[in-house]
């Protein structure tokens, strides 16, 4: 069922986007890390989903689930509610027992949308549950031009891994999730650049 319906929902954005794929090499083929992407639109799981390999799980929040259709179709996609600004720890042990299980766990670093595709601070979320999860790191950007409309040119960036080791990340260390973290949003900066070049 996962798959058939991720084939199609391959199709439909291939049709409706113009989708250009960089640094594909750079996907593992099988889960159990962490994707962080920047977050510019609703479409972003999205995007990332049709390309990356396996199962995934992303956090969506809790509002999103009330309409008992669309919350079917997204927890078939790997989403799981989060109460956001009340510092939901159950939404974060679920995320590092995902990310045991296998599965490629997104998250967007800056916690919130970007209304003008300008990158913002991230936050210190993706750096905790790495070094709770000791999972790696796969940064991803995704860039494009003005508002999404049909056939829009859509570059999915992929860098290379940030193994756990190189992050250092003891989660209950401030300052190392700090670094952590600017170091995770350099990577995805340097993604969008280059795409922008």
Partial sequence: ????????????MRIIFNIKIVGRENIPKKGGYIAACNHQSYWDPVFMGIILKGKFAFMAKKELFTNRVFAWLITKFGAFP??????DGGAIDTAIQRIHMGKVFIIYPEGTRSKDGRLGRARSGVALIA???KAPILPMCITYKGKLRF?????ISIGEMIPHGELATNPENSAELRK???RIMEEIRLLKEA???
């Fill in 180 to 182: 952590a973290s600017r």
């Fill in 1 to 12: 069922m996962f798959e058939f319906l991720k084939w199609i929902l391959r199709l439909f």
């Fill in 195 to 197: 795409a922008d070049a």
């Fill in 151 to 155: 056939r829009t040119r859509v570059t």
């Fill in 131 to 133: 070094g709770k999860a």
């Fill in 82 to 87: 989060i109460e956001r600004g009340k510092g």
